[in-house]
């Protein structure tokens, strides 16, 4: 559902209250239409305000039918966060983020229908307190599976990032029910490439140069990388830099 579709709905309803609102005064006076108009605008406008641009996209279909859990980031409830959309952020959005179809998808209680978002346009966002960039085809991919929102959890002299994906999966037993199953890639940005972390060996072999100091950094601090991966590469990399500041 395109833009124009949307602001003419609202547009309509606006209308409408004008022509309500002034409709007994003088229903033949041509000067009223134009006030009409005018004033249909002006509600509009008041309504939707800067964010009437965000609204800019085809509507969001999908189906969960018979699969176990949700296809979203986290919650199956649309959360509230900010997103930068052609280099203009929109702070506290109502959206949603599908992992399955890495789409994001605005949610208006004012409509019938869910409005998904150009990746195109999308610079980047924040939900949940994770932030979220848009990688496009032109940007520097080596090392990265392709063009996607990743998870930006660690910003500095390095970068780390999650690719967050999720898939329908049968289960192994008869009885249960397809479901949907998460994964998280680690990807690490050194020397301008990212390199994928798929376990502590690699970890480590990452900061091969300062690897005995990061193996007693790893110890001293009880890193579990089987238990939270998450932390462990964030914290090693945040230590690494500071070696190499």
């Known amino acids: 559902m395109k833009r124009s579709i949307i602001c003419f709905i609202c547009l309509g309803h606006a209308l409408t209250l004008a022509v309500s609102a002034n409709a007994q005064n003088n229903a033949q006076d041509s000067a009223f239409y ?8 002006a509600v509009y406008s008041k309504g939707m305000g800067e964010a009437a641009n965000l609204y800019n996209g085809k509507e969001y279909i999908y189906s969960s039918h018979g699969v176990k859990g949700h296809p979203f980031f986290e919650s199956d409830q649309p959360q509230k966060g900010t997103i930068e959309f052609n280099r203009t952020i929109y702070p506290e959005i109502l959206f949603s983020y599908d992992l399955v179809q890495d789409k994001v998808f605005l949610v208006d209680k004012g409509m019938s229908f869910n409005i998904q978002l150009d990746n195109f346009r999308v610079q980047d ?52 029910s397809v479901k949907y199953v998460q994964y998280d890639d680690y990807y690490v940005k050194k020397n301008n490439s990212y390199n994928k972390v ?35 590469i964030m914290m090693t990399t945040d230590y690494y830099a500071q070696l190499k500041s």
């Open 198 to 232: 798929e376990g502590k060996k690699s970890l480590f072999a990452l900061f091969s140069d300062e690897k005995d100091r990061i193996k007693k950094y790893f110890r001293k601090n009880k890193l579990n990388y089987k238990k939270d991966p998450e932390n462990a």
């Open 34 to 41: 134009s006030l009409a108009i005018q004033q249909a605008v």
């Open 125 to 176: 966002f924040t939900m949940r307190g994770h932030h979220f960039v848009s990688l496009t085809a032109d940007s520097s991919l080596q090392g990265l599976p392709g063009a996607g929102y990743y998870d930006l959890i660690y910003d500095g002299k390095l970068k780390v990032l999650v690719k967050r994906s999720k898939r329908v999966e049968a289960a192994f037993k008869a009885e249960d």
